[in-house]
């Protein structure tokens, strides 16, 4: 089982539509959470980081962390066509090795 | 703008050759981080450095080499025993880990596209 699971999709949704992405994990001292957007040809780019459970909100985009699950969310709000990438997660645990372990990456489409 | 500058953004390789790719950070990270990312297989970590002149092997460091001379600076040189260098190759930077804050997010580059000729 790997550390980090991420279905890769591709998931199609129409344009307005909230899009769910999820991660389960298994490392129970992963403690930092962040969530990536990699257009094509593109680096990842920073969308999301939270630091052990809750929610965080940022417009239209929501991070969830559900630690007793070893699950975690990123929600969409209002998609456009412009969220279609690669959405990548990625967590960390406090002390000793601080290098993320990232998912696989799903993929969005968003359809006008 | 601060950020992290890749070059050049494709590259071609002979066999038998070593190839350098280039990465510059203007935000004063002390952590740099090369990345390999195929297709289906996510990010794979090659090397990291926490600090100048100091570096380490990540999971896959056979076939590549690295170094850190400056801050700014974290250079990934891919050698001919590295036999399948076609890949899309990512540098990040990251603050150090710090009291009070924790681990803090690393920050990607655009990437370089290498491919065999």
């Known amino acids: 089982q790997k550390e980090v699971e991420q279905d890769p999709g591709p998931l199609s949704v129409p344009e307005g539509a909230i899009v769910s992405l999820n991660c389960t994990y298994s490392n129970s001292a992963f403690q930092y959470f962040m969530w990536y957007r990699q257009y094509s040809r593109k680096g990842p780019e920073l969308l999301m980081y939270?630091?052990?459970?809750g929610n965080k909100e940022d417009g239209r985009f929501t991070a969830q962390v559900d630690k007793s699950s070893k699950y975690i969310s990123l929600f969409i709000r209002d998609s456009q066509p412009s969220d279609s990438a690669t959405y990548l997660c990625a967590m960390s645990a406090a002390g000793g090795s601080y290098i993320p372990t990232f998912g696989r990456g799903t993929s969005l489409i968003v359809h006008p | 703008d601060g950020g992290i500058t890749q070059s050049p953004k494709y590259l071609f390789r002979k066999e038998g050759q070593n190839v350098t790719l280039s990465c510059e950070q203007n935000?004063?990270?002390?952590?740099m981080y090369w990345y390999r990312q195929d297709p289906g297989q996510g990010l794979r970590l090659i090397y990291y450095?926490?600090?100048?002149?100091?570096?380490q092997k990540g999971d896959i460091a056979e076939g590549y080499s690295v170094s850190r001379e400056k801050k700014e600076s974290f250079p990934l040189t891919v050698t001919s025993a590295q036999k399948n260098p076609t890949a899309f190759y990512l540098c990040a930077s990251s603050a150090a880990p710090g009291q009070g804050v924790g681990n803090q997010p690393q920050h990607f580059g655009d990437g370089t596209r290498l491919s065999i000729l």
């Open positions: 939270t630091y052990s459970s």
């Open positions: 450095s926490q600090i100048v002149n100091d570096f």
């Open positions: 935000l004063n990270h002390d952590a």
